[in-house]
C-alpha cells in the first residue's frame, strides 16, 4: 500500500536507490566532520561514530524501498518507463 502510493507519487526505486548511494557519502562526510569539530578527545570518536552510524542506518531503508519499487514497478510493466512516461499515461487514461 505504501509502495504503491509512493509510486503513485512519481518515487521510482531509482531515486531510493540514489538516496541510498548519497546517505552513504553523507555518514562518511559526518563522520569526518564530527571528527574534526573538536580533536583530540575520547567522546569526540564516540560522538563521530554515533553520527556516522545514525547516517549511515539510512542507507538500508532506501535500498529496502528501491528494492520494493522495483518489484511494484516489474509486476505493473513500468520498470524501465520514465516518470515524465507515466505522468503523460496517467492523464490520458
Request: negative net charge.
Amino acid at each position: 500500500m505504501i509502495i504503491k502510493k509512493m509510486h503513485d507519487m512519481g518515487i521510482r526505486s531509482e531515486h531510493a536507490y540514489t538516496a541510498a548511494m548519497a546517505s552513504i557519502g553523507f555518514s562518511i562526510f559526518t563522520w569526518a566532520s564530527s571528527l574534526k569539530a573538536e580533536p583530540g578527545s575520547h567522546a569526540d570518536l564516540a560522538r563521530a561514530d554515533r553520527w556516522g552510524i545514525f547516517v549511515g542506518e539510512w542507507a538500508p531503508t532506501f535500498f529496502g524501498l528501491g528494492v520494493a519499487l522495483s518489484q511494484h514497478e516489474q509486476s505493473e510493466g513500468t520498470l524501465t518507463a520514465s516518470v515524465h512516461e507515466l505522468r503523460e499515461q496517467k492523464q490520458t487514461g
